[in-house]
């Protein structure tokens, strides 16, 4: 069997599909960070401003493997799709 | 991503081609160096016993932001770092907000965010090994057992890469974003001009969120790694 070119390009399709399954990780732990946040205010309204910087941080930071997965998938599309 | 302009330049056989991104970032850079001016004679010109106006009062404001930002991680040594910092944070959100205006983000384009964040680990590294000699470092390195050793030396070549992959990424996924939309709203015409209703939207989360919180991140985490090695204050 003799993998063509069109045989390589779907198959770097669909690696990007898969590479973005990643997105789950950055999903939950985003969510997670969010719902905590929360919680923080509910018990400390005061500090509304802090909590809400640190959590915006966190979930930044929590983006990154995500982003990881974001940049595999681009690349796959447009260096060899 | 086929209309981005570029410049080419031949030097004999060798081609140097300057991508969209490049220009619109040196164009960025010649603007900063102009409101700069304009802003250092407004200052000199101010009153310093009445409250600042105009231009002295934004350039302040925009001093105190860079300041917010940096000052939580270099603590005492804030001053020294300030210049640095301040210059490039207040270039990167300007950078990351020229796609409002349709221009690409000099940001999208790989090799800035990396020139960026290996000057970064190329600074940490200098003024740790200037503040505490190389054996120092060196020795901190093999804590907290010997045997860390490899993984301490991958965690610090990890910070350019991944400082370099956030914010490239990031911008990236919104420059593709808005891209797709505007093709779509294009191809679907004319009812898809209905969608023009949303890009604002679409703009505000990708351009001014996305790229302001990524410029956040990206220098807390930087000034960060500085404020570990040379600064002596505890948090």
């Known amino acids: ?81 | 991503m086929n209309e981005v302009s570029s410049i080419t330049i031949h030097f004999g056989s060798f081609e140097l081609v300057i991508q969209q991104s490049i220009l619109v970032w040196l164009v960025v850079c010649v603007l900063i160096c102009i409101l700069a001016w304009f802003a250092g004679r407004a200052i000199d010109k101010a009153d310093p016993s009445k409250a600042p106006t105009g231009l002295a009062y934004w350039s302040e404001e925009l001093y105190n932001l860079c300041l917010y930002v940096v000052k939580g991680n270099l603590r005492e040594t804030t001053g020294r770092y300030m210049p640095i910092f301040g210059t490039i944070m207040v270039g990167m959100l300007i950078s990351n907000l020229t796609g409002l205006v349709g221009f690409q983000n000099p940001t999208s384009n790989v090799s800035f965010n990396a020139t960026l964040a290996v000057m970064f680990f190329l600074m940490i590294q200098y003024n740790a090994i200037k503040k505490g000699g190389l054996m120092a470092r060196l020795k901190g390195l093999t804590e907290p057992m010997w045997f860390l050793t490899p993984l301490n030396i991958i965690g610090e070549l990890a910070v350019p890469l991944s400082l370099t992959m956030r914010l490239f990424g990031n911008i990236l996924a919104g420059t593709i974003i808005s891209l797709l939309i505007y093709t779509l709203i294009k191809s679907l015409a004319p009812w898809g001009y209905l969608g023009l209703t949303l890009t604002p939207f679409i703009h505000v989360y990708f351009d001014v969120f996305s790229g302001v919180i990524q410029t956040y991140i990206f220098f807390t985490l930087g000034t960060y790694f500085l404020g570990e090695q040379v600064s002596n204050e505890e948090i």
């Open chain 1, 1 to 81: 069997m003799e993998f063509n070119e069109f045989f390589v390009k779907g198959m770097a399709l669909l690696g990007a599909g898969i590479a973005m399954i990643a997105g789950i990780g950055p999903g939950m732990g985003q969510g997670f960070a969010a719902g905590k946040g929360a919680e923080a205010v509910g018990r400390n309204p005061e500090a509304s401003g802090k909590i809400q910087s640190i959590m915006v941080l966190g979930i930044a930071l929590a983006e990154t493997t995500g982003i990881y997965a974001l940049i595999i998938a681009i690349l796959l599309v447009f260096v060899k799709g």
